[in-house]
Nanobody, 112 residues
Framework: QVQLVESGGGLVQAGGSLRLSCAVS????????MSWYRQAPGKQRELVAQ???????NYADSVKDRFTISRDNAEKTVYLQMNGLKREDTAVYYC??????WGKGTLVTVSE
């Protein structure tokens, strides 16, 4: 079956950096666009970044120039490099494959 496993979340001070990883199994990774979403307490889940099969990328305005999404097809892993973190980046971050498949999420907490 398809599995997406996120890692790399944690507690970081404002202005700091984290790198999230999402390891994928059970599908032909290179065939699918991959995305990172996040859900803050009391808010709806929102798209953070997306990377296509051809490595084209798309970002939410709130994270442009701070976050970078990348993928390693050989390792079947998608990454989210997050720099210049702000308190409003605090959320559970979810990996998504092909729209239909989700990981369980990893918590990112940004403190002052």
């Amino acid at each position: 079956q398809v599995q997406l496993v996120e890692s790399g979340g944690g507690l970081v001070q404002a202005g700091g950096s984290l790198r999230l990883s999402c390891a994928v199994s059970g599908l032909i990774f290179s065939n699918y666009a991959m995305s990172w979403y996040r859900q803050a307490p009391g808010k709806q889940r929102e798209l953070v970044a997306q990377i296509g099969r051809g490595y084209s990328t798309n970002y939410a305005d709130s994270v442009k120039d701070r976050f970078t999404i990348s993928r390693d097809n050989a390792e079947k892993t998608v990454y989210l490099q997050m720099n210049g973190l702000k308190r409003e980046d605090t959320a559970v971050y979810y990996c998504n494959a092909a729209i239909a498949y989700w990981g369980k999420g990893t918590l990112v907490t940004v403190s002052e």
